[in-house]
């Protein structure tokens, strides 16, 4: 009985989680209000971070509000990482990859560098340069540099805040 209503108690508060989540980022982000309110939330069973196919905001609500006990600003910049991802179109630019992993961590460092920059958290680490090249093309040149290769997991740990797993249309539709 206690798990049933703890349970039921978690499904109730994700939702108003995410919905004061989204309030204060559209605050201090005014021009992303619409995109962020675009995606239709659907709780998923597995604990594991926020994670969309582009329609849906996938979420476990145990691990949300388990997340937003520990950090209440987390869920907002996930929240913000993902849609940066939709936006930047990332998500079809993952299928079909062989190394799925590196343009994971190309895209995740793309979207949280961007993310550091509307929040006005890290302005000196950000590399404009990096941007002007398109993904395909780095893609390919990390996949052929080791050394670079290595240096872009290192860097992509930083920004990984969401699940890619759905950005498969096999997955989304299961």
């Known amino acids: 009985m206690e798990k049933t209503s703890h349970s039921h108690c978690e499904e109730t508060l994700a939702p108003r989680i995410l919905e004061l989540c989204r309030r204060q980022l559209a605050q201090s982000i005014p021009a992303l209000m619409l995109p962020l309110y675009l995606f239709r939330e659907q709780p998923w069973t597995v604990p594991g971070p ?21 950090d209440r600003s987390g869920r907002g910049h996930q929240m ?14 993952r299928q079909g990859r062989k190394q799925p992993a590196v343009l994971d961590a190309r895209v995740d460092i793309r979207a949280g560098r961007l993310a550091e920059q509307l929040v006005k958290q890290d302005q000196e680490w950000y590399d404009d340069s990096d941007t002007a090249t398109p993904l395909p093309e780095l893609y390919q040149k990390v996949l052929q540099d080791r050394g670079l290769c290595r240096s872009v997991f290192r860097q992509g740990e930083r920004y990984a ?13 299961a």
Do not use: K, M, S
Request: hydrophobic share 50%.
């Open 80 to 93: 913000l990482h993902i849609r940066l991802h939709c936006l930047l179109g990332h998500l079809p630019q």
């Open 161 to 173: 805040v969401d699940n890619h797993a759905f950005w498969d249309p096999a997955v989304a539709a």
């Open 50 to 70: 926020l994670a969309t196919d582009g329609v849906h905001l996938f979420y476990c609500p145990e691990q949300v509000t388990a997340d937003f006990r520990a």
